[in-house]
Every structure is written in C-alpha cells, then in structure tokens.
C-alpha cells in the first residue's frame, strides 16, 4: 500500500516537473474544483524525521477540520476521487532567542509538511504545497505565565485560553493545528 502510494507520488512529482519545465502554473487550479470530486481518501501521513506521533496527529487534525467544514466526504477507500497525500519534511525544534545573558529565552517547534491532492480519475494536482507551522515556548515556565504569545495571535499568557498545559507539547499541538487550518484554507481556495 505505502509503496504503491510512494510511486503513485514519484509518478505526480515527475509529471509535475513537465509542468513546471513547459511553464504552466502547478499550484491551485483557482477557479473550481472539479465535478468529480466529491470525496477524498487521507492515508496516514508519512513522516521523514524522528519525531515521532506528530505524523498520526496531523493526519488525525486535517481529516478532522475537513469534516468539521464540510468540504469533502472522508473516505477510507483508496478508490476515492482524490487523495491527500502528506508528508513531513521537517521537524525542528531549539532554542530560537536569547536573552541580554546568552540564555536561552524562547524555544520553538516547528514542522514542515508537504501536501499532494490529487485528483485520481484525472491524475492530476489540485494542490501541490508545503505548509510550515510553530509554537514558541519557554522550557523555565508554563505557557500562561512564560511572557510569550505561544500560539502568535497576540493574546499574551493569562489574557489567552489557549495558553496552557505542557509547554512543549502545547507548541507542537499549536503548529499541528496550524497546518491543518492552513490546508483547509488552501483547499477551499480552490472552490
Ligand atoms: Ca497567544
Ligand atoms: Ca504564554
């Protein structure tokens, strides 16, 4: 099965360096997605680092934020009409700035996943994309009282619900959600 999808996406990335070389535009088919997408089908993602989970977690997010909008149907046949393939080219996480001593001040974790949605029938990219996400973090404090906006929404620790938990974990969940907000964007700027 992963093989098979490992050389159905070598098969799209090679057609799609013929695309690029005749000089078409391989990102977005802005305008309409077409007729014959009515569902996708989301494999778990795959996962090039050694960070391990984040791959179950981003797949688990993205499914769940595009049943929650209602997009597509989810499916876990692989006869779909599309299929959103992920995988996770990085994962970093260190310290990102010091303070006037040389210490550290803010951590921060972050993820790049590359994304292919592919329209099976037609075997072509509807998105071809790789979307980045972090959260910041203090390894001295807990996120509500760590004087960093964790999640980057200008609300600050106490002032911010969402500020909580584990700091580390909470980054990693902040980047994952922002991912899977991010791709949700992207698929329905291709209405
Ligand atoms: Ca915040
Ligand atoms: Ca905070």
Redesign the pocket.
Known sequence: MIMALKRKLKKIVNSLSIFMLVGCSYYSMAGSIPANINNVYIPLIENDTAEFEISENLTSKITQEIAIQNILKITDDSNSDSTILGVITSATDGPFTFDSNEQVDEYRFSISLKILWVDNENEKNLIEKTFTGFGNYSINND??S?????DNDGI??ENDDD?FGDSRELAINIAINKIASDVVNSILSTW
């Open positions: 996120p509500s760590d004087g960093i906006d964790n600050l620790d500020e």
